[in-house]
């Protein structure tokens, strides 16, 4: 990889006076599971390097008045041995265990999941976030069947966060610093599709940092997510579907659908989840919602499979949501 400066904080001041207002010049090092890769096919080659895992405030899972706060740089393997996430986030959870490897879930960070690059293969082989050739995508006449049946624009990537579609569904916000002072996101809002080359897919600006994740009390809250993988391997899942409800008695009172790897955005399904107030969740009603949710599709010339296994997975998390 290319030679570049390290610098190792302490303090999230410190971290943030080591940044840059352009992309490109320094990158953040957290758990190192994308960024490491990026480096040595030459994707990322930064002129510094700032790693916060030294930064004791961003770190840890707390209880609060306002719900939980996940610490930016919280591994996922501290997410699954966390009692309350267990107890009243098994959207989260079930996310978490979709992430194979041991040394993924000891070394990846919540912050680092929701901040990683596209895995599609035009992007990491150099054609660039888009892979556009005299101004039009290579993706719909070429290889495109992990790619988008949501694409937006010229984005036909697909979102790699295991963790946005069900923080979405619960309707968390991330907490973003600068030198500048703070802000605040809902999840939805953070990530992007990006219209021209040199853009990002996230709305975070160079010079920011993911500190927090703050996520909603969901005690009543029936949520879930479900994921259908090509695999038992250390492989990014083809879709996954994540769902919160509110209920009165055994009725939805309101819902929440995202799907996941569908799209270069997690995808809400705001109709299918609209259609499911007032109604008990039986099969046949996770089913039409499934249906429901892949309407306005647009698969590629090699994708189709993934509306069927989208609409199936929207139906096995609602039904999961509801289980006893």
């Not at 194979?100 to 992007?123: A, E, K, V």
């Not at 008695?249 to 705001?270: D, F, K, L, W, Y």
């Amino acid at each position: 990889m290319q030679s570049f400066e390290y610098a190792s904080p302490t303090t999230l001041q410190e971290a943030l006076s080591l940044l840059s207002t352009q992309w490109g010049e320094v990158d953040i090092l957290a758990g190192g599971t994308d960024l490491l890769a990026l480096m040595k096919d030459y994707i990322h080659t930064p002129k510094r390097v700032v790693n916060i895992k030294g930064i004791k405030e961003l770190g840890g899972i707390q209880q609060t008045s306002a719900g939980l706060r996940i610490g930016a740089i919280v591994t996922i393997r501290e997410l699954l041995e966390n009692e309350l996430v267990q107890k009243e986030y098994p959207a989260l959870i079930q996310a978490a265990r979709g992430i194979r490897g041991m040394q993924l879930r000891n070394m990846g960070t919540i912050g680092g999941d929701l901040c990683q690059r596209p895995r599609c293969w035009y992007f990491r082989n150099g054609f660039g976030l888009l892979a556009l050739k005299d101004g039009k995508s290579l993706i719909p006449d070429g290889e495109n069947r992990y790619h988008a049946i949501f694409p937006q624009g010229q984005a036909y990537f697909v979102s790699a966060s295991s963790f946005g579609p069900p923080l979405i569904a619960l309707g968390a916000r991330v907490k973003l610093a600068s030198t500048g002072g703070t802000r605040e996101l809902p999840v939805e809002q953070f990530f992007v599709a990006p219209q021209r080359e040199g853009e990002r897919e996230i709305a975070l600006k160079p010079n920011e940092i993911l500190t927090e994740i703050l996520v909603p009390p969901a005690k009543g809250v029936r949520n879930a997510t479900y994921e259908i993988r090509p695999d038992e391997g250390v492989n990014w899942p083809l879709v996954t579907a994540s769902v919160a409800l509110r209920m009165e008695g055994n009725r939805v009172a309101s819902a929440r659908i995202v799907m996941g790897h569908v799209g270069p955005t997690p995808v809400q399904a705001v109709k299918a989840a609209a259609w499911l107030k007032g109604k008990q969740i039986t099969e046949a009603v996770a089913e039409e919602a499934g249906r429901r949710a892949v309407e306005g599709a647009k698969p590629l010339s090699q994708n189709g499979y993934k509306v069927q296994l989208a609409q199936v997975a929207v139906k096995r998390a609602l039904l999961a949501a509801v289980a006893k």
